[in-house]
């Protein structure tokens, strides 16, 4: 019996070993660092304006996710909002915050969208697709200087995300 206990504790020791090693984030989420060459008043209208868009069932009447977006919180370096997924109502937090840089002529942001749900590991990329479809719905992913850095490592999912659909 022992000896069965001590292989079972082997087998989930690496199999867990091999998760953490590769799979990226313990918990559904993702973060990315964006950089815009212009102004981080223009980026801050964009993105606010995008999620008050996005804030009814209106966008997903044809599937995919670019709705329920609902704003929390805005200032010109913060943005707090939250995602609802309009199938089974699972909640993401998400937040930007945004840096001028060169003499306030360009913007980098940190975006963090994370799921509310505990139990949450994988999500096929829908964390980075509340980020992404909000940079993209707002047409800030054809701006001057446009720039994205994450990893599945950071980003759960990020190389499998369809953000058509989700």
């Known amino acids: 019996m022992m000896h069965m206990v001590r292989w079972f504790f082997a087998v989930l020791l690496t199999v867990g070993t091999s998760e953490l090693c590769c799979a990226g984030p313990l918990h559904a989420q993702c973060k990315v660092e964006w950089y815009f060459g212009i102004p981080c008043q223009v980026v801050y209208e964009s993105l606010v304006s995008q999620i ?25 370096h913060f943005i707090a909002a939250k995602h609802t997924t309009p199938f089974k109502r699972y909640v993401d937090d998400i937040n930007f915050r945004l840096v001028s840089y060169h003499f306030f002529t360009c913007c980098h ?12 590991i994988k999500d096929h990329g829908t964390n980075y697709c509340n980020l992404y479809n909000l940079m993209e719905g707002s ?18 999912q990020r190389s499998s995300a369809n953000c058509i659909v989700y």
């Open 52 to 76: 008050k868009k996005w804030g009814t069932m209106a966008g997903c009447t044809m599937g995919g996710q670019k709705c329920l977006y609902k704003l929390q919180s805005a200032s010109v």
């Open 109 to 120: 942001v940190s975006a963090m969208s994370i799921s509310e749900t505990w139990y949450a």
């Open 139 to 156: 047409g800030l992913t054809e701006v001057r200087g446009y720039k994205e850095v994450t990893s599945d490592f950071l980003c759960t």
